[in-house]
């Protein structure tokens, strides 16, 4: 999913990706120095706004790098987002698994909404934006479309028989319609000794029986432990209040906020935006 519009700027066009210049038998790799053309094979509506978009891979025998996201490139614009995969090894499937946003001043959201099956995304990585190792416990703080690489990492962590990592995760959403919600709800029971979910929601439905408004001290205190490590994505709003925007130039900058004002060690806060 799109980090929340990141700026990513203007990119020369690469040699090789000019469409006269394909080979006969495209390739479907990816290739963290290069944009390859891959193939879309599904997509499917997932909400009003939100998409899902599977986009054919060579198979390989190895495993996706955790936690790794994609680039993609507007080949008309010049102009690049990152977006992360859902399905946990797209290696092994054969695929991989994207949730698009349409943002109406996004450029790269807008141009994924008008694909079909059998068009061509101009695709590079992977790209690791965070090297996990395993831990006793593990927070992860989501909001919107920041959910998808929490639930790449999420998937991957109670996926492992031999990992006995505790994890909590805190799930900011606009509305009621959440993202990836029946996924994680099922993850939830089937792990129900190792993982937990708290929702909450800013705008919900008349129905909607969870937490109200904002992430807050009152909802991250029952779950946060000073020795927690904690990765955050989520808007630039979201990110202020509970542990200080990402620094520029893939800096991670100082821990403020609410992890800031409970003294959370600069080692244990991890920011994805």
């Known amino acids: 999913m799109s980090r929340f519009l990141r700026r990513w700027g203007w990119v020369p066009v690469l040699a090789g990706v000019v469409g006269s210049q394909w080979p006969h038998t495209p390739s479907h790799a990816l290739i963290p120095t290069a944009f390859t053309p891959l193939t879309v094979i599904e997509k499917e509506q997932v909400t009003r706004d939100t998409f899902r978009l599977r986009v054919q891979l060579d198979k390989e025998q190895k495993s996706f790098p955790i936690l790794s996201s994609v680039h993609i490139k507007d080949n008309t614009m010049q102009v690049m987002r990152s977006y992360t995969p859902i399905n946990p090894n797209p290696y092994k499937d ?31 990585g992977p790209i690791v934006d965070y090297h996990y190792t395993p831990r006793p416990r593990l927070g992860l703080i989501a909001g919107g479309t920041g959910i998808t690489p929490m639930y790449q990492l999420v998937q991957h962590i109670l996926q492992d028989t031999t990992s006995t990592t505790q994890v909590w995760l805190i799930y900011a959403s606009a509305t009621s319609d959440i993202l990836l919600k029946k996924e994680i709800d099922q993850l939830a029971a089937d792990h129900k000794h190792r993982f937990n979910v708290v929702y909450v929601v800013e705008h919900p439905s008349p129905d909607w029986p969870g937490l109200r408004g904002r992430i ?53 806060v991890w920011k994805l935006q």
């Not at 996004?106 to 695709?123: E, H, M, N, Y």
Request: hydrophobic content about 40%; charged content about 20%.
């Open 94 to 124: 054969g695929y991989m698994d994207l949730l698009i946003k349409r943002y109406e001043d996004g450029c790269i959201s807008r141009t994924l909404s008008a694909t079909a099956p059998q068009d061509a995304v101009f695709v590079r």
């Open 216 to 268: 807050n001290e009152a909802i991250m205190a029952p779950l946060w432990k000073a020795e927690d490590h904690v990765v955050v994505c989520g808007p630039p709003g979201m990110m202020a209040s509970v542990c200080g925007e990402k620094a520029r130039h893939d800096h991670q900058g100082p821990v403020q906020g609410i992890l800031g004002q409970w003294g959370a060690s600069p080692d244990r």
